[in-house]
Structures are given as C-alpha cells and as structure tokens.
C-alpha cells in the first residue's frame, strides 16, 4: 500500500499545481479584465474631453486591481505593461506627487522593458512617461532611438516619435532629431490623416 502511494504522489502534486496554476490564472484574468476596462474608458473619456481626469478612489480601485492580477501571474510582460498605464494616469491630475513610497510610473515601464526588451511599445511608452515628468535627457532618447529600432512601423511607435519630436525641437541631440523626423516621414506615407493632425496640434517653431 506504501509501496503504491510513493508511486501515485507525484502525480497528486502535479495534478494539485496544475489545478493551483490554473485557479491563479483565471483569477489573473478577472482581475486583468476589470483594470483593462478602466484604461479603455478613461482613454474614450479623454479623447471625447481633453481635460478629462481619473477620479482618485477609482484610480486606486483600478491599482488594486492591477497588483492583484499581477501577484497571480507575477512577471507576466503583458501585466507589468498594464500596471504602468495605470500609473500613467496617477502624473496626470493633481494629487499625482501625493502618494510618496509607491512604485512610481517612470519605475513600472523599466520594469516591463526589463521583462521584454524587444517590445517597441513599453520603450516608447517610456519616453513619453519621462517627457510627462519633463526629463528631457539622455534616458529619454535613448529610449526614443531604441523604440525606432524595434519597431520604426508601429503606428504608435510612430505617432509618439512624430509628437515627441515636434514638441521638442530644437532641444534634442541632431542625430535623435534626424531619427524622429524620419519616422514621422513614415507616419505620413502610412496615415497622412493622423500626420496632418499631430502637424496642426505640434506645429514647427
């Protein structure tokens, strides 16, 4: 009888890890699902109203639920993402410099480079989240440069590196400024529409 329960035991634990493995990722998913909500009616709420802004309680709501995602699923590249739009959203509005201690968001996008360095978007998504912060410096185009190596395709890639470059004329290195004119050059053969907005809003000095 001990004989065969030696020999059943590991199964017992490989099917208990799978259940616990699974029953983690399904409660991921619940918790991604509310957060990924969030960020897409606070992305139509902006783009209808300019000036809209996140209500506090509902902005830590969201948080909560990007860390409770991210403790069943930790290190999941796609989470870490998530985690740092949400941040995004804190530098925004008016009580962004209260929460002194936190993970900030600047923190939050190096961590999902780190987790995967050949996403174009989280290098992208960088820089813009240290122009928000008016870090204007080495970091910021190195990020720059490094999106446009991955992905000098990616419309978002593209779009960001069109607004950037415009915004910051003349404060740039000559070669960064070279790069970012190409690769709005880009965004107009692919989506003159979106090239000629980002032109009309960040005119050229």
Not at 33 to 40: G, M, R
Not at 115 to 128: D, F, H, I, L, T
Not at 167 to 182: K, R
């Amino acid at each position: 009888m001990f004989k065969r329960w030696l020999m059943v035991f590991p199964a017992v634990v490989l099917l208990v890890t799978a259940l616990n493995t699974s029953w983690n990722l399904v409660q991921s998913q619940i918790w991604r699902s509310q957060t990924e909500n969030f960020l897409d009616h606070w992305a139509a709420k902006t783009k209808e109203d300019a000036d809209f802004s996140v209500d506090k309680e509902e902005w830590q709501l969201t948080l909560d639920g990007a860390d409770k995602a991210l403790a069943n699923m930790p290190g999941s590249p796609d989470l870490l993402v998530m985690r740092a739009k949400v941040l995004d959203r804190r530098v925004q509005v008016s009580w962004s410099n209260h929460d002194s201690g936190e993970l900030s968001e600047l923190d939050a996008w190096q961590q999902s480079i780190l987790s995967r360095p050949g996403w174009p978007y989280s290098w992208s998504s960088y820089a813009q989240a240290r122009s928000q912060r008016s870090l204007i410096d080495s970091s910021f185009e190195q990020a720059l440069v490094r999106a446009d190596q991955l992905g000098p395709w990616e419309q978002y890639v593209m779009e960001n590196a069109s607004i950037l470059g415009r915004y910051y004329h003349g404060w740039l290195t000559e070669p960064t400024q070279q790069m970012l004119n190409s690769s709005h050059q880009r965004l107009v053969t692919l989506y003159p529409h979106r090239a000629k907005q980002i032109e009309q809003i960040y005119p050229l000095p």
